[in-house]
């Protein structure tokens, strides 16, 4: 074996988004695309050589072949071990507990989570650091530097390494370990949660139905729920990882999981329904006959968690991103604890969740997470809910009306406008911003704007600052709309608008949320101007 160094050119379009980079397949597969990405993160690290680099992924079209790549370049850079999931397999959760638990440097994680996969679906890349959380800006905008001059890579020229069987091998130097991806994270399950309470309640004749949606979480939900937990067989459906996830989009939102809630709002419904993404770091979550929004599910969370003996002694403070409701802050206010508002996107908790100022954290996209790892964690939001079940015995329907009757009710959707002109979205944006000014006090639509904004934060512990996270108009009231743009798409751009109304007190609880919305959808349109700029009339996704 040998360690090559490989002359190549620089790609332009190599900026790590929300959460790393994610191009189409047919864009990873252009010459030397993986490796220049992969060479400018270990340009842009300082002091690896002989450490440990963890590598996996969600098991998508393209993953084996980039995962033999990351095995060579970092043998051929100096890692001194490598640890792999069985098949090239870790979720995002479990890559991040792999991380901590091992104490590597960081690791390499291959997924484009949500998005669809196959020869022309999505394919991704993300660095995660040693704390096991996504690579903070200041890497990722180096990374981007990096990939913009880099002129060279290194390559061991080892044949390929087995990475299905369980075991150690070598590579030019470097120790490689395959690991069983499912053991770590579920022994690290059974620290948070009371597995003796759930599994009694499963006996009791508790039903669920888990759609892992043929991707990565199948292995974890069918070792953790129906083989340590005890739900009846078949309680996790679509359990097999697919290249091309079945050729759906592995999206756990009531569009993509639609057979899910379907099954949940009929009659013969079980008692609980779940679903989880592409990297296993999402969930849904749908109670007999509810659907309980990602931003209540972080409210009813935070307000239960002290009911599961991880979390018995308390949260230190919750975080939640800049667009997620304002339902967490209500239950924060009410334990006295912090409430933290970041840009969206996973990174910005990890420094707050070092310091301990939070336990946990969450963003209406359907990720919710806690201290345990350093990334939003789907399972792990799933079992919180079980404890919950088994220790207060009362359905989904009756602890969300309990909720919202005791801290009233923050009625939510997101709009999405998918694959939009580029042009058209940012001359949105821009127009939006650049009267920000002149909006508060105008009245739109019968509503009276009382703030707008460009959200810009200012991270508590490294005082880094990251601007324009997103337009958000307030209203008096309480009412408020948001605009950004995505960062995680990977055709034309995707205009994201969230909507939030808060009502409080009897008779204001259970409306339809199209109803309790629709003031703002207008108020939305008219003034970011939807409609004129992208000729859309209608969201393609509603969340
Ligand atoms: C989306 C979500 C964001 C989430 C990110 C990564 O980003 O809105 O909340 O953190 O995806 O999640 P954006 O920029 O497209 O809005 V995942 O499960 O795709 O890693
Ligand atoms: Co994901």
Excluded at 433 to 454: C, Q, S, Y
């Amino acid at each position: 074996m040998m360690i090559r160094t490989v002359a190549t050119t620089p790609y332009d379009d190599q900026k790590p988004g929300t959460s790393g980079l994610r191009k189409k397949v047919p864009v990873f597969q252009q010459p030397n695309y993986a490796e220049n990405f992969i060479q400018s993160v270990f340009d842009s690290l300082e002091g690896f050589k002989g450490k440990t680099l963890v590598i996996g992924g969600d098991g998508r079209y393209y993953n084996r072949e980039v995962i033999q790549t990351a095995i060579r370049m970092a043998a051929a850079n100096g890692f001194g071990r490598a640890i792999v999931g069985k098949g090239g397999i870790l979720s995002t959760p479990a890559a991040s507990n792999v991380i901590r638990k091992h104490g590597a440097f960081g690791g390499l994680v291959l997924s484009a989570s949500h998005n669809p996969g196959g020869p022309n679906e999505d394919f991704g890349i993300k660095y995660n650091v040693g704390n096991g959380g996504p690579a903070p800006e200041r890497i990722t905008e180096a990374v981007f530097a990096r990939s913009k001059e880099i002129d060279r890579y290194l390559i061991s020229d080892g044949a390929d390494i087995d990475i299905d069987e369980v075991g150690e091998g070598s590579v030019d130097g470097m120790t490689v370990e395959i690991i069983d991806p499912v053991a770590d994270y579920a022994a690290l399950m059974e620290t948070l949660f009371d597995f003796a309470a759930i599994r009694a309640m499963f006996q009791g004749g508790f039903r669920m139905a888990f759609d892992a949606m043929h991707a990565v979480t199948g292995p974890y939900a069918k070792d953790i729920l129906e083989r340590r937990l005890g739900a009846p067989g078949g309680s996790v459906r679509n359990f097999v990882p697919l290249p091309d996830f079945g050729g759906h989009h592995p999206d756990p939102n009531l569009v993509h999981a639609k057979e899910l809630y379907d099954l949940m709002m009929s009659a013969g419904a079980p008692d609980f329904g779940a679903a989880s993404d592409g990297d296993g770091d999402r969930n849904l979550i749908i109670g007999k006959g509810i659907f309980v929004t990602p931003s209540d599910s972080l409210a009813m969370l935070a307000a239960n968690a002290h009911l599961a003996p991880g979390y018995a002694g308390g949260l230190a403070g919750i975080a939640r991103s800049m667009p997620t409701s304002a339902a967490a802050d209500r239950v924060a206010e009410k334990l006295g604890i912090g409430l933290y508002e970041t840009p969206t996107g996973w990174k910005f908790f990890g420094n707050l969740l070092d310091a301990g100022k939070v336990t946990i954290c969450g963003e209406e996209s359907a990720g919710t997470g806690s201290d345990h790892v350093r990334e939003k964690d789907g399972l792990w939001a799933v079992l919180l809910w079980l404890n919950i079940l088994a220790v207060r015995r009362q359905s989904v329907k009756e602890i969300a009306a309990a909720h919202w009757a005791e801290y009233g009710r923050n009625y939510y959707a997101r709009h999405d406008y998918e694959a939009v002109d580029t042009d058209a979205a940012n001359r949105l944006m821009a127009e939006l911003r650049g009267k920000l000014a002149d909006l508060p006090g105008m009245e739109v639509n019968g509503l009276t704007i009382a703030f707008a904004d460009d959200f810009e934060y200012r991270d508590p512990v490294d005082q880094s600052v990251s601007r324009h996270q997103g337009v958000r108009i307030g209203f008096e009231g309480g009412s408020r709309v948001v605009f950004r743009l995505s960062g995680t798409g990977t055709s034309g751009a995707t205009l994201r608008v969230y909507l939030e109304r808060y009502e409080s007190g009897p008779g204001r609880l259970d409306l339809a949320t199209s109803d309790a919305l629709a003031e703002l959808v207008a108020a939305a349109d008219e003034i970011a101007g939807i409609a004129r700029h992208t000729g859309r009339t209608e969201p393609d996704v509603v969340t």
